[in-house]
């Protein structure tokens, strides 16, 4: 049946059927040591970007101790601690993964293999998923649990038009991202060419940036919570936030305008300008500047130079960071004139922007239909 002939406004689902999830997929629970496999790549929970089906980073087994779980190539990767982070990509390598995830494989015989990864990105998926995770502080899923979930699914016959639809709207998704992480590399080699070419006095960004330590104990008076999952990899801003109410602990005060840096995994390039006062993750440092101006020092921060420099001097093995101290040790060239660099620099943030605004557009009908559908 072609998708043009389906009504999603006025679904009819009479002869759809309800399944338990242990019959939709199956839980791959083949086991790994990362001490001895031939195997080249893991995949933890911060490879994986929430509400993508994507994944695009991974880690190698000399990032791990400790037993894994087994996946092949076209599984599901799913979070199950901290669900609401709607983390679940799909396998593109064959390799292992946290034991914080489940390796789900869908049963071909009740959903399409294509059909399936836009099932666990439904609401009505990860809204379950959330209900029946247990434990305060790193709520997680038990298999046990999830695969008694009973879930209304459609007949096989108009599966793949819906895979299909769903499809063609996440290849313009990732088109979109393929323009925005290009303009991204294009950002910062024109950056560090017209420092490089601009009159200035290297110094160290200890004498730049100027610590912010303000803290607010719960209940938090601002509304809005960013933690590290709220902040895209590579974006020079953070328009995502959680309920401050679900943050338990104390947490640093954000103010509009402040410059963060994200301490923990800087392999994983996460600093923004705030755009809103809010309360955050400890994980954060919250800077003012003096001597260049909070933009131009948060180029530097995404530079490859920089990138480069903290993941080398990271500190910790599972869950490496930086500190303060480190961040302070990195040389920047202070600009007689930031103005003509920052000018130039405003026509790739047109295009970036631009791109963030498809993307943003495509993900919310991709998620409008799909929940029509599920």
Same mark, same amino acid.
């Given at each position: 049946m072609a998708i043009e002939k389906i009504n999603l406004n006025n679904l009819d689902k009479s002869d759809w059927k309800t399944y338990r999830f242990d019959e939709i997929a199956q839980n791959i629970s083949e086991r790994v040591d990362p001490n001895d496999t031939d195997l080249e790549v893991y995949v933890g929970l911060e490879h994986i970007d929430s509400e993508s089906l994507h994944i695009k980073r991974h880690g190698t087994p000399d990032d791990v101790n400790g037993t894994k779980i087994r996946f092949y190539k076209g599984d599901i990767i799913f979070g199950r601690r901290r669900a609401y982070q709607r983390k679940a990509g799909i396998a593109t390598w064959d390799g292992f993964c946290s034991a914080h995830a489940l390796v789900l494989r869908a049963n071909p015989n009740v959903i399409h293999p294509d059909l399936f990864p836009f099932f666990i990105h439904s609401d009505l998926f990860m809204n379950r998923a959330v209900d029946i995770s247990v434990g305060s502080l790193s709520p997680t899923?038990?298999?046990?649990?999830?695969?008694?979930?009973?879930?209304?699914?459609?007949?096989? !016959? =108009?599966? +793949?038009?819906?895979?299909?639809?769903?499809?063609?709207? @996440? $290849?313009?998704?990732?088109?979109?991202? &393929?323009? %925005?992480?290009?303009?991204?590399?294009?950002?910062?080699?024109?950056?560090?060419?017209?420092?490089?070419?601009?009159?200035?006095?290297?110094?160290?960004?200890?004498?730049?940036?100027?610590?912010?330590?303000?803290?607010?104990?719960?209940?938090?008076?601002?509304?809005?919570?960013?933690?590290?999952? !709220? =902040?895209? +990899?590579?974006?020079?801003?953070?328009?995502?936030?959680? @309920? $401050?109410?679900?943050?338990?602990?104390? &947490?640093? %005060?954000?103010?509009?305008?402040?410059l963060?840096?994200?301490?923990?995994?800087?392999?994983?390039?996460?600093?923004?300008?705030?755009?809103?006062?809010?309360?955050?993750?400890?994980?954060?440092?919250?800077?003012?500047t003096a001597l260049a101006s909070k933009p131009y020092v948060l180029y530097h921060l995404h530079s490859k130079p920089f990138v480069d420099y903290v993941t080398s001097?990271?500190?910790?093995?599972?869950?490496?960071?930086?500190?303060?101290?480190?961040?302070?040790?990195?040389n920047i060239k202070v600009l007689k004139d930031e103005k003509p660099v920052l000018d130039k620099m405003a026509l790739y943030a047109g295009i970036e922007k631009s791109a963030i605004e498809k993307i943003s557009q495509n993900k919310e009908l991709q998620k409008s239909l799909n929940n029509k559908v599920f």
């Amino acid at each position: 049946m072609a998708i043009e002939k389906i009504n999603l406004n006025n679904l009819d689902k009479s002869d759809w059927k309800t399944y338990r999830f242990d019959e939709i997929a199956q839980n791959i629970s083949e086991r790994v040591d990362p001490n001895d496999t031939d195997l080249e790549v893991y995949v933890g929970l911060e490879h994986i970007d929430s509400e993508s089906l994507h994944i695009k980073r991974h880690g190698t087994p000399d990032d791990v101790n400790g037993t894994k779980i087994r996946f092949y190539k076209g599984d599901i990767i799913f979070g199950r601690r901290r669900a609401y982070q709607r983390k679940a990509g799909i396998a593109t390598w064959d390799g292992f993964c946290s034991a914080h995830a489940l390796v789900l494989r869908a049963n071909p015989n009740v959903i399409h293999p294509d059909l399936f990864p836009f099932f666990i990105h439904s609401d009505l998926f990860m809204n379950r998923a959330v209900d029946i995770s247990v434990g305060s502080l790193s709520p997680t899923i038990n298999w046990g649990t999830l695969k008694h979930q009973e879930f209304l699914i459609p007949p096989k !016959h =108009i599966q +793949s038009s819906f895979a299909e639809l769903f499809n063609s709207i @996440d $290849s313009l998704i990732e088109a979109d991202e &393929c323009l %925005l992480s290009q303009t991204r590399v294009a950002k910062g080699i024109v950056f560090e060419s017209l420092v490089a070419s601009t009159n200035g006095e290297s110094i160290p960004l200890f004498k730049i940036l100027k610590q912010k330590k303000s803290k607010s104990l719960p209940p938090h008076e601002r509304s809005k919570y960013i933690g590290l999952e !709220h =902040i895209e +990899s590579g974006s020079y801003f953070c328009s995502d936030f959680g @309920d $401050s109410k679900d943050a338990l602990a104390q &947490c640093n %005060l954000i103010d509009k305008g402040d410059l963060c840096y994200s301490k923990l995994r800087p392999y994983l390039d996460k600093a923004f300008i705030a755009d809103f006062d809010a309360v955050s993750t400890t994980e954060l440092l919250i800077y003012e500047t003096a001597l260049a101006s909070k933009p131009y020092v948060l180029y530097h921060l995404h530079s490859k130079p920089f990138v480069d420099y903290v993941t080398s001097k990271g500190f910790g093995t599972k869950m490496p960071r930086v500190n303060h101290k480190i961040v302070g040790e990195y040389n920047i060239k202070v600009l007689k004139d930031e103005k003509p660099v920052l000018d130039k620099m405003a026509l790739y943030a047109g295009i970036e922007k631009s791109a963030i605004e498809k993307i943003s557009q495509n993900k919310e009908l991709q998620k409008s239909l799909n929940n029509k559908v599920f």
